[in-house]
């Protein structure tokens, strides 16, 4: 719905977190061919990103250097608003 007037348009821009959801199922393929997976948890009013590591990816020792140098970069070049993404458990 168009937040302006109310009047149902559908060509309206993106939420924020929608514009998150669309990045994280765009990078899923990627984790998912190491046996991991990501989860969105939610979005803070401060555009904090949190997340949730899944399967091979949970416990990684590489999993601090994915979510900053891979997910968080490729959220912030997509979605330039993002402020920070963090792993919650």
């Known amino acids: 719905m168009c937040e302006q007037c109310g009047c149902g348009a559908t060509n309206v821009e993106d939420s924020f ?19 991991g997976d990501i989860e969105l948890v939610g979005t803070d009013a401060d555009n904090t990103v949190r997340v949730r ?6 416990g990684c020792p590489g999993a601090a ?6 997910i968080e970069r490729v ?7 993002v402020k920070e993404v963090v792993a919650v458990d």
Do not use: D, Y
């Open 17 to 35: 977190e929608e514009k998150v959801k669309e990045v994280i199922e765009s990078v899923r393929p990627a984790l998912q061919g190491h046996g």
């Open 53 to 58: 590591l899944q399967g091979a990816c949970q």
């Open 65 to 70: 250097m994915t979510m900053k140098m891979g």
């Open 75 to 81: 959220l912030r070049e997509k979605v330039p608003e």
